[in-house]
């Protein structure tokens, strides 16, 4: 993604974080993470339910006082100045922040007051926020009426009310059907050509994908990877070609075939009657399904699979993340149900 | 809406660009708007959700149905010499009761995420709260009027004046905001909104009926009779049945200022320090 900054580039990244440590009781949450957020770009945190994920945006949005470590956001010292730094800042948690009996406008009005604007600018700036985000035939009712995804485009919208020039994003698509996850990546991206800097926590490797210029993975309140994406896709070994037959009794003849031409890697499972082949790159893909084309193997599927959070786990840290600890002690409970039932890897249908 | 304002909405948001001026903190002007939004903000939550207004309607009508004609048939001098003696403390009770439940309703206000968003504006660190406490204020301006109106339909006296009323009123909503400071500390220091009702309901109990509001403290034994000396509740109802019926006002008037002085003094600065620190 082309960041188009229209804030002057200042020196230095927009989020500085050095060794921050947060304990609750025993349990340590943060232990020691360091990571940057250059101006004007997105940092993808990726990692499990219970990483850190929560705490870290917590800590960074003045909610919770770090035990040990230093986090400068925007110029301002996380803990030395966090009332400058609140100007600066909006956040948008997993659970929508906004008040329930209150209708959309009267929610963003709210804001816009605290935020100091003028009655009259924060009435236009409430309507066009409303507009922007597809809220205006709902503006005039209470927010409790809405669906969980014009919940969440609310609370975006509610964050965006100050025009912030470091937006957190603490896993803004849990829960959400595909559709609106789109919409929601789409208002992303349009806050950050407007020259916001986004600190995106999530749990999908394809939300990181998709918004992500830099990712750092983390793990039991460490950090356990860093760098680009590609960088770290390639340590991940890449995506998964999964070849349906149409007659599962093809299976080890379409292995055989790959294999003699040069594709290593197939793997059959006669249990799921599917193929998987690892694939490197474009080239390897048109030669996969060029060997099948010419051997006349009927196919009823393919698809093209991103390695998922889980892959990306594994070739990290050499397990799954599954082992990861109990959820952040700051977390709600009912963050849970939501995370368990989350989406397994969202798969890219393969267009030939 | 003119365009003008939409194709520059941000001109006059101060901190769009460059960092802002200055150590943030925020001026007493900045303050008092934040507090209005805020109080503005309870106001509509009573709007969409009338039904909450109930206790505060319904209380006073209760507690003098339920006391004048349970107790008053009793006393001796009978229903209209209890009204007299009874209600001018009810104002009291009522207040005490508004008040503490404010700390189940704040507790469950952290529960939504509200309050995180609250806590991550650049406004002072008591605003919340201040609305909070007016929005009461004036749930509590609500009650008393009801109940003053309901119990001079039942034959109450006033034996001094309007503006006697009026202390009486204000005196009650007084120490109603001292409690109110300690259900709020209460609600964001207990984990559960129930531990916070039960916790509540242990308070007010004995300040309640280990009080002269209901029955004169002469006929309780002698450990107890300390404990209503000193109770604010028994300083409130003898201070508004002072101004409602006559009789000498300021010993109890003062010790009412004194209780309320000191939870608020107490009470308030704990309260803004938890509202911050609450995870």
């Not at chain 1, 950050?192 to 039991?220: H, K, N, P």
């Not at chain 2, 959700?49 to 339920?66: G, N, Q, R, T, Y």
């Not at chain 2, 109106?149 to 034959?155: D, I, K, P, T």
């Not at chain 2, 509001?213 to 409130?236: K, Q």
Request: glycine share 10%.
């Amino acid at each position: 993604m082309t960041p188009t900054t229209t804030a002057p580039a200042a020196p230095g990244p927009a989020v500085d974080v050095r060794g921050i440590v947060k304990r609750y009781g025993a349990t340590t949450a943060l232990d020691g993470v360091d990571l940057q957020v250059r101006q004007g770009t997105v940092l993808g945190v990726l990692g499990p339910n219970g990483a850190g994920k929560t705490t870290l945006v917590r800590v960074l949005s003045t909610l919770v006082r770090p035990d040990a470590g230093t986090a400068v956001v925007a110029g301002y010292d996380v803990v030395r100045q966090p009332r400058q730094l609140r100007r600066a800042i909006g956040l948008t948690g997993q659970y929508a922040s906004v008040d329930e009996a209150l209708s959309g406008f009267e929610n963003l009005y709210l804001i816009g007051r605290l935020l100091d604007l003028p009655r009259r600018t924060a009435r236009a700036r409430a309507e066009e926020l409303l507009e922007r985000f597809s809220l205006t035939e709902a503006a005039r009712r209470p927010a409790r009426t809405y669906s969980g995804g014009m919940r969440r485009r609310l609370d975006l919208a509610a964050s965006m009310t100050g025009r912030p020039r470091v937006l957190y994003l603490d896993e803004p698509t849990t829960g959400l059907d595909p559709r609106t996850r789109g919409e929601v990546w789409g208002e992303v991206r349009h806050m950050v050509a407007e020259g916001s800097t986004v600190l995106l926590t999530t749990q999908y490797m394809e939300e990181a994908e998709q918004l992500a210029d830099e990712l750092t993975v983390i793990d039991r309140g460490r950090v356990i990877a860093s760098g680009g994406i590609a960088e770290l896709k390639a340590r991940v070994g890449g995506r998964t070609l999964r070849v349906r037959p149409a007659r599962p009794g093809d299976l080890p003849e379409m292995a055989r075939c790959l294999a003699a031409a040069g594709v290593a890697g197939a793997a059959a499972d006669p249990a799921g009657g599917v193929l998987s082949v690892p694939v490197a790159g474009e080239e390897q893909l048109t030669a996969v399904v060029g060997v099948l084309g010419t051997r006349g193997f009927p196919v009823a599927d393919l698809e093209v699979r991103l390695p998922s959070l889980d892959d990306v786990f594994l070739a990290v840290t050499g397990r799954p993340s599954a082992a990861a600890p109990a959820q952040d002690p700051v977390q709600d409970p009912a963050q849970d149900t939501a995370e368990d039932t989350a989406h397994p890897q969202p798969a890219k249908e393969y267009a030939a | 809406m003119s365009t003008a304002v939409l194709t520059s909405p941000y001109d006059d948001t101060p901190y769009d660009g460059a960092p802002p001026a200055g150590d943030g903190r925020i001026g007493l002007r900045a303050q008092l708007r934040h507090v209005g939004a805020l109080t503005r903000r309870n106001l509509l939550r009573i709007k969409a959700d009338p039904e909450s207004m109930f206790d505060a309607l319904l209380m006073p009508v209760v507690f003098i149905v339920l006391f004048v004609y349970v107790f008053g048939g009793a006393m001796s001098g009978g229903r209209g010499d209890y009204i007299q003696y009874l209600v001018p403390g009810l104002l009291g009770q009522t207040g005490i009761n508004l008040a503490m439940a404010v700390g189940t309703g704040l507790n469950s206000d952290f529960a939504t995420g509200v309050m995180d968003r609250f806590r991550t504006l650049p406004i002072g660190r008591a605003s919340v709260l201040v609305a909070k406490l007016l929005a009461e204020t004036l749930r509590g301006l609500v009650s008393f009027t009801v109940l003053i109106a309901f119990a001079l339909l039942l034959g109450l006296e006033v034996r001094t004046g309007p503006l006697q009323v009026l202390a009486a009123v204000a005196l009650s909503l007084l120490f109603g905001s001292a409690m109110v400071w300690l259900s709020m500390l209460l609600g964001m220091s207990l984990r559960s909104a129930q531990a916070v009702q039960g916790v509540s309901a242990l308070v007010l109990m004995p300040l309640q009926f280990g009080s002269s509001t209901f029955a004169d403290p002469a006929t309780m034994p002698g450990w107890l009779r300390a404990f209503t000396r000193l109770n604010p509740m028994s300083a409130l109802a003898d201070a508004s049945r002072a101004l409602f019926n006559g009789g000498p006002l300021a010993h109890p008037v003062l010790m009412v200022l004194a209780w309320t002085a000191g939870i608020t003094a107490v009470a308030a600065p704990l309260a803004v320090a938890r509202f911050r620190k609450r995870t």
